[in-house]
Protein backbone atom coordinates (compact mmCIF):
# COMPACT_ATOMS: atom_id res chain seq x y z
CA UNK A 1 0.00 0.00 0.00
CA UNK A 2 1.36 3.34 -1.23
CA UNK A 3 2.15 5.69 1.67
CA UNK A 4 0.06 9.00 1.93
CA UNK A 5 1.91 12.29 1.16
CA UNK A 6 0.48 15.72 2.10
CA UNK A 7 2.42 19.00 1.19
CA UNK A 8 1.88 22.23 2.93
CA UNK A 9 2.77 25.66 1.40
CA UNK A 10 2.06 24.56 -2.30
CA UNK A 11 4.41 27.37 -4.10
CA UNK A 12 7.08 26.79 -6.52
CA UNK A 13 9.11 24.40 -4.86
CA UNK A 14 5.89 22.38 -4.09
CA UNK A 15 5.61 21.34 -7.57
CA UNK A 16 8.67 19.10 -7.41
CA UNK A 17 7.85 17.39 -4.07
CA UNK A 18 4.08 16.84 -6.00
CA UNK A 19 6.05 15.35 -9.29
CA UNK A 20 7.97 13.18 -6.62
CA UNK A 21 5.03 11.66 -5.09
CA UNK A 22 3.53 11.22 -8.39
CA UNK A 23 6.69 8.64 -9.44
CA UNK A 24 7.35 6.91 -6.90
CA UNK A 25 5.70 3.89 -6.67
CA UNK A 26 5.87 3.46 -3.01
CA UNK A 27 3.90 6.83 -2.56
CA UNK A 28 0.79 8.87 -3.48
CA UNK A 29 -0.63 12.71 -3.20
CA UNK A 30 -3.28 12.64 -0.84
CA UNK A 31 -3.60 16.11 0.80
CA UNK A 32 -2.35 19.53 0.26
CA UNK A 33 -2.37 22.44 2.58
CA UNK A 34 -1.87 26.55 2.17
CA UNK A 35 -3.10 29.38 3.08
CA UNK A 36 -4.24 30.68 -0.45
CA UNK A 37 -7.52 28.90 -1.66
CA UNK A 38 -6.30 29.93 -5.24
CA UNK A 39 -3.05 28.57 -5.17
CA UNK A 40 -4.62 25.30 -3.18
CA UNK A 41 -7.33 24.94 -6.45
CA UNK A 42 -3.97 25.58 -8.72
CA UNK A 43 -2.01 23.03 -7.51
CA UNK A 44 -4.33 20.58 -6.73
CA UNK A 45 -6.10 20.73 -10.36
CA UNK A 46 -2.30 20.40 -11.79
CA UNK A 47 -1.64 17.31 -9.50
CA UNK A 48 -5.40 16.05 -9.28
CA UNK A 49 -5.74 16.23 -5.67
CA UNK A 50 -9.08 16.58 -4.40
CA UNK A 51 -8.35 17.19 -0.58
CA UNK A 52 -7.50 20.77 -0.14
CA UNK A 53 -7.22 22.75 3.15
CA UNK A 54 -6.32 26.37 4.62
CA UNK A 55 -5.42 24.51 7.89
CA UNK A 56 -2.95 22.58 9.04
CA UNK A 57 -4.18 20.69 12.09
CA UNK A 58 -7.55 20.37 9.86
CA UNK A 59 -5.93 18.63 7.44
CA UNK A 60 -4.26 16.04 9.71
CA UNK A 61 -7.02 15.34 11.94
CA UNK A 62 -9.38 14.63 8.86
CA UNK A 63 -7.03 12.92 6.34
CA UNK A 64 -4.81 9.91 6.70
CA UNK A 65 -1.11 11.08 5.96
CA UNK A 66 2.18 9.50 6.72
CA UNK A 67 4.79 11.75 5.31
CA UNK A 68 4.13 15.80 5.26
CA UNK A 69 6.45 17.45 3.12
CA UNK A 70 7.07 21.40 4.70
CA UNK A 71 7.10 23.56 1.58
CA UNK A 72 6.96 26.90 3.30
CA UNK A 73 9.09 29.77 3.65
CA UNK A 74 11.96 28.90 5.91
CA UNK A 75 10.49 31.07 8.52
CA UNK A 76 7.16 28.44 9.27
CA UNK A 77 9.30 25.56 9.12
CA UNK A 78 9.79 24.95 12.90
CA UNK A 79 6.30 26.45 13.98
CA UNK A 80 4.33 23.42 11.13
CA UNK A 81 7.15 21.02 11.85
CA UNK A 82 6.57 20.71 15.71
CA UNK A 83 2.77 21.34 15.59
CA UNK A 84 2.10 18.47 13.15
CA UNK A 85 4.54 15.82 15.43
CA UNK A 86 1.92 17.00 18.09
CA UNK A 87 -0.60 15.91 15.77
CA UNK A 88 0.69 12.00 16.47
CA UNK A 89 -1.08 11.73 13.12
CA UNK A 90 1.90 11.68 10.92
CA UNK A 91 4.78 9.34 10.58
CA UNK A 92 7.28 11.41 8.79
CA UNK A 93 7.73 14.97 8.25
CA UNK A 94 10.15 15.82 4.93
CA UNK A 95 11.07 19.89 5.49
CA UNK A 96 12.33 21.80 2.66
CA UNK A 97 16.27 23.05 3.61
CA UNK A 98 17.01 25.01 5.71
CA UNK A 99 15.47 22.97 8.01
CA UNK A 100 15.08 25.71 10.10
CA UNK A 101 16.01 29.50 10.53
CA UNK A 102 18.41 28.71 13.45
CA UNK A 103 20.06 26.38 15.45
CA UNK A 104 17.24 26.71 18.45
CA UNK A 105 14.48 26.12 16.35
CA UNK A 106 16.30 22.93 14.98
CA UNK A 107 16.63 21.67 18.72
CA UNK A 108 13.10 22.13 19.09
CA UNK A 109 12.10 20.57 16.19
CA UNK A 110 13.99 17.07 17.15
CA UNK A 111 12.66 17.44 20.50
CA UNK A 112 9.20 17.33 19.21
CA UNK A 113 9.33 14.89 16.47
CA UNK A 114 12.20 12.60 18.68
CA UNK A 115 9.26 12.74 21.51
CA UNK A 116 6.29 11.71 19.40
CA UNK A 117 7.92 8.99 17.36
CA UNK A 118 8.30 10.52 14.13
CA UNK A 119 10.86 10.64 11.27
CA UNK A 120 12.41 14.17 10.99
CA UNK A 121 14.27 14.75 7.48
CA UNK A 122 15.55 17.81 6.15
CA UNK A 123 15.45 17.78 2.31
CA UNK A 124 18.86 18.17 0.81
CA UNK A 125 18.06 16.36 -2.45
CA UNK A 126 21.70 16.32 -3.62
CA UNK A 127 22.42 13.70 -1.05
CA UNK A 128 20.28 11.20 -2.85
CA UNK A 129 21.70 11.70 -6.37
CA UNK A 130 24.04 8.61 -7.16
CA UNK A 131 26.87 10.72 -8.31
CA UNK A 132 26.91 12.11 -4.44
CA UNK A 133 26.71 8.51 -3.18
CA UNK A 134 29.03 7.62 -5.50
CA UNK A 135 31.86 10.41 -5.09
CA UNK A 136 31.83 9.85 -1.39
CA UNK A 137 32.08 5.95 -1.40
CA UNK A 138 35.35 7.09 -3.40
CA UNK A 139 36.82 9.21 -1.13
CA UNK A 140 35.82 6.90 1.78
CA UNK A 141 38.01 4.19 -0.09
CA UNK A 142 41.02 6.31 -0.51
CA UNK A 143 40.77 7.01 -4.06
CA UNK A 144 42.29 10.38 -3.81
CA UNK A 145 44.10 10.06 -0.82
CA UNK A 146 43.26 12.21 2.50
CA UNK A 147 40.82 15.25 1.53
CA UNK A 148 42.52 18.43 2.41
CA UNK A 149 40.58 20.94 0.66
CA UNK A 150 37.02 21.33 -0.36
CA UNK A 151 35.86 24.07 -2.72
CA UNK A 152 32.11 24.69 -4.16
CA UNK A 153 29.71 27.23 -5.32
CA UNK A 154 26.15 28.11 -5.47
CA UNK A 155 25.71 31.01 -7.27
CA UNK A 156 22.97 32.94 -9.85
CA UNK A 157 23.28 36.51 -11.43
CA UNK A 158 19.37 37.37 -10.47
CA UNK A 159 18.88 41.11 -12.16
CA UNK A 160 19.85 43.64 -9.44
CA UNK A 161 16.26 45.27 -9.90
CA UNK A 162 14.80 42.08 -8.40
CA UNK A 163 17.15 42.09 -5.10
CA UNK A 164 14.04 43.68 -3.15
CA UNK A 165 11.77 42.34 -0.32
CA UNK A 166 8.79 42.33 -2.37
CA UNK A 167 9.87 40.20 -5.43
CA UNK A 168 11.07 37.04 -3.90
CA UNK A 169 11.17 35.55 0.17
CA UNK A 170 15.13 35.05 -1.40
CA UNK A 171 15.58 38.70 -0.45
CA UNK A 172 13.36 39.48 2.33
CA UNK A 173 15.22 39.84 5.73
CA UNK A 174 11.76 39.05 7.72
CA UNK A 175 10.94 35.95 5.64
CA UNK A 176 15.00 34.79 6.62
CA UNK A 177 15.77 35.26 3.12
CA UNK A 178 19.75 35.82 1.69
CA UNK A 179 22.08 33.92 -0.09
CA UNK A 180 23.14 31.67 2.96
CA UNK A 181 19.76 29.99 3.71
CA UNK A 182 18.75 29.40 0.45
CA UNK A 183 22.52 28.55 -1.74
CA UNK A 184 24.84 28.90 1.22
CA UNK A 185 22.89 25.85 2.91
CA UNK A 186 24.08 23.62 0.09
CA UNK A 187 27.64 24.09 0.03
CA UNK A 188 28.01 24.29 3.75
CA UNK A 189 26.23 20.58 3.96
CA UNK A 190 28.06 19.76 1.52
CA UNK A 191 31.30 20.55 2.64
CA UNK A 192 30.54 18.51 6.28
CA UNK A 193 29.07 15.58 4.53
CA UNK A 194 32.97 15.29 2.44
CA UNK A 195 35.01 16.28 5.59
CA UNK A 196 33.01 13.66 7.76
CA UNK A 197 32.99 15.92 10.79
CA UNK A 198 31.89 19.15 11.86
CA UNK A 199 34.11 22.53 11.42
CA UNK A 200 35.42 24.35 14.46
CA UNK A 201 36.22 27.75 12.86
CA UNK A 202 33.94 29.62 10.41
CA UNK A 203 34.87 32.91 8.70
CA UNK A 204 32.48 34.43 6.46
CA UNK A 205 32.64 37.83 4.50
CA UNK A 206 29.31 39.30 2.89
CA UNK A 207 27.76 42.10 1.51
CA UNK A 208 24.20 42.95 2.77
CA UNK A 209 22.04 44.41 0.06
CA UNK A 210 20.74 47.71 0.39
CA UNK A 211 16.80 47.39 -0.25
CA UNK A 212 16.75 43.09 0.71
CA UNK A 213 18.83 43.88 3.98
CA UNK A 214 20.15 40.29 3.70
CA UNK A 215 23.47 38.67 2.96
CA UNK A 216 23.44 38.63 -1.05
CA UNK A 217 26.77 37.36 -1.47
CA UNK A 218 28.92 35.47 1.12
CA UNK A 219 32.44 34.06 0.51
CA UNK A 220 32.90 31.81 3.66
CA UNK A 221 36.13 29.21 4.69
CA UNK A 222 35.34 26.56 6.90
CA UNK A 223 38.38 24.69 9.47
CA UNK A 224 37.51 20.86 10.41
CA UNK A 225 39.55 18.59 12.13
CA UNK A 226 42.63 16.88 10.00
CA UNK A 227 44.04 19.67 8.19
CA UNK A 228 40.79 19.97 5.69
CA UNK A 229 40.01 23.07 4.72
CA UNK A 230 36.68 24.26 2.80
CA UNK A 231 35.98 27.34 0.99
CA UNK A 232 32.56 27.74 -0.32
CA UNK A 233 30.84 31.15 -2.13
CA UNK A 234 27.89 31.76 -2.55
CA UNK A 235 25.92 34.37 -4.11
CA UNK A 236 22.95 36.09 -6.19
CA UNK A 237 25.32 38.75 -7.35
CA UNK A 238 27.61 36.91 -10.24
CA UNK A 239 27.40 34.41 -12.57
CA UNK A 240 25.75 30.86 -11.95
CA UNK A 241 27.85 28.27 -10.60
CA UNK A 242 27.10 25.12 -9.06
CA UNK A 243 30.06 23.30 -8.69
CA UNK A 244 32.45 21.47 -6.22
CA UNK A 245 36.06 20.60 -6.25
CA UNK A 246 37.60 17.84 -3.73
CA UNK A 247 41.62 17.80 -3.25
CA UNK A 248 42.75 14.95 -1.58
CA UNK A 249 46.89 13.81 -0.93
CA UNK A 250 46.53 11.65 -4.14
CA UNK A 251 44.05 13.32 -6.40
CA UNK A 252 41.39 15.33 -7.35
CA UNK A 253 37.76 14.73 -7.97
CA UNK A 254 35.16 17.65 -9.57
CA UNK A 255 31.37 18.10 -10.42
CA UNK A 256 29.31 20.27 -12.28
CA UNK A 257 25.85 21.22 -11.79
CA UNK A 258 25.88 19.69 -8.28
CA UNK A 259 22.74 20.85 -7.19
CA UNK A 260 20.52 22.07 -9.86
CA UNK A 261 20.54 19.07 -12.26
CA UNK A 262 16.94 17.62 -12.38
CA UNK A 263 16.72 15.32 -15.82
CA UNK A 264 20.16 16.22 -17.03
CA UNK A 265 23.20 13.55 -17.00
CA UNK A 266 25.78 14.41 -14.81
CA UNK A 267 29.56 13.74 -14.65
CA UNK A 268 31.86 12.69 -11.46
CA UNK A 269 35.91 13.83 -13.19
CA UNK A 270 38.65 12.23 -11.18
CA UNK A 271 42.53 13.11 -11.68
CA UNK A 272 45.18 10.97 -9.98
CA UNK A 273 48.72 11.98 -9.01
CA UNK A 274 49.70 9.30 -11.16
CA UNK A 275 47.95 10.46 -14.26
CA UNK A 276 45.16 8.62 -14.68
CA UNK A 277 42.19 10.35 -15.54
CA UNK A 278 38.56 9.11 -15.58
CA UNK A 279 34.97 10.31 -15.78
CA UNK A 280 32.33 8.33 -14.35
CA UNK A 281 29.23 9.32 -15.95
CA UNK A 282 25.58 8.76 -14.52
CA UNK A 283 21.73 9.44 -16.75
CA UNK A 284 19.24 12.19 -15.66
CA UNK A 285 17.35 11.89 -12.09
CA UNK A 286 14.80 13.45 -10.80
CA UNK A 287 16.28 13.93 -7.51
CA UNK A 288 13.19 15.03 -5.65
CA UNK A 289 12.10 11.15 -6.31
CA UNK A 290 14.85 9.55 -4.76
CA UNK A 291 14.78 11.92 -2.03
CA UNK A 292 10.87 10.52 -1.50
CA UNK A 293 12.04 6.92 -2.20
CA UNK A 294 14.51 7.01 0.66
CA UNK A 295 11.62 8.50 3.07
CA UNK A 296 9.48 5.32 2.27
CA UNK A 297 12.21 3.14 2.38
CA UNK A 298 13.47 4.60 6.04
CA UNK A 299 9.45 4.07 7.21
CA UNK A 300 8.82 0.80 5.86
CA UNK A 301 12.48 -0.70 6.56
CA UNK A 302 13.40 0.80 9.66
CA UNK A 303 16.56 2.25 8.63
CA UNK A 304 17.92 5.58 9.84
CA UNK A 305 17.29 8.62 6.92
CA UNK A 306 20.78 9.77 5.00
CA UNK A 307 20.47 12.95 6.93
CA UNK A 308 19.71 12.04 10.71
CA UNK A 309 18.49 15.59 12.53
CA UNK A 310 21.30 15.82 14.44
CA UNK A 311 23.14 16.09 11.01
CA UNK A 312 20.90 19.12 10.29
CA UNK A 313 21.16 20.48 13.83
CA UNK A 314 25.03 21.18 12.87
CA UNK A 315 24.41 22.77 9.76
CA UNK A 316 22.53 25.69 11.58
CA UNK A 317 25.27 25.95 13.96
CA UNK A 318 27.21 26.68 10.66
CA UNK A 319 24.47 29.11 9.22
CA UNK A 320 23.90 30.38 12.70
CA UNK A 321 28.10 31.17 12.83
CA UNK A 322 28.64 32.39 9.07
CA UNK A 323 25.83 35.05 9.90
CA UNK A 324 27.59 35.98 12.96
CA UNK A 325 30.94 35.76 11.77
CA UNK A 326 29.83 38.43 9.00
CA UNK A 327 28.76 40.65 10.94
CA UNK A 328 30.85 40.92 13.76
CA UNK A 329 34.08 40.70 11.19
CA UNK A 330 36.02 38.30 12.55
CA UNK A 331 36.03 33.98 12.59
CA UNK A 332 33.41 32.43 14.82
CA UNK A 333 35.08 29.51 16.73
CA UNK A 334 32.61 26.64 17.26
CA UNK A 335 32.39 23.93 19.92
CA UNK A 336 32.33 20.82 18.11
CA UNK A 337 32.18 18.93 21.09
Known amino acids: ?149 IRNTFTAAVDPGNLRPDYNWRFNRDKRGGATYDLGCYCIHHARFIAGSEPYLVHARGHYGQRSRVPESVLAQFEFPGEISAQCAFSFRFHSSQEFEVFGTDGYMRMDMAWNNEDHPVALEIRKNDGEERTIRFAPVFQFTEQLRHVCDCLESGRPHRIPPENSLGNMRVIDAVHASIDAGHPVVLNTA
Open 1 to 149: MALRVGIVGVGGIAHCHGRAAREAPEAELAAICDVSEESLDRFGETFGVSCRHTDLERMLREEEIDILSVCTWGDSHADIAVRAARTGRVRAILCEKPISSTAAECEAMIEATREHGVLLAEAFKFRHHPCHLRAKELIEAGEIGQVKL
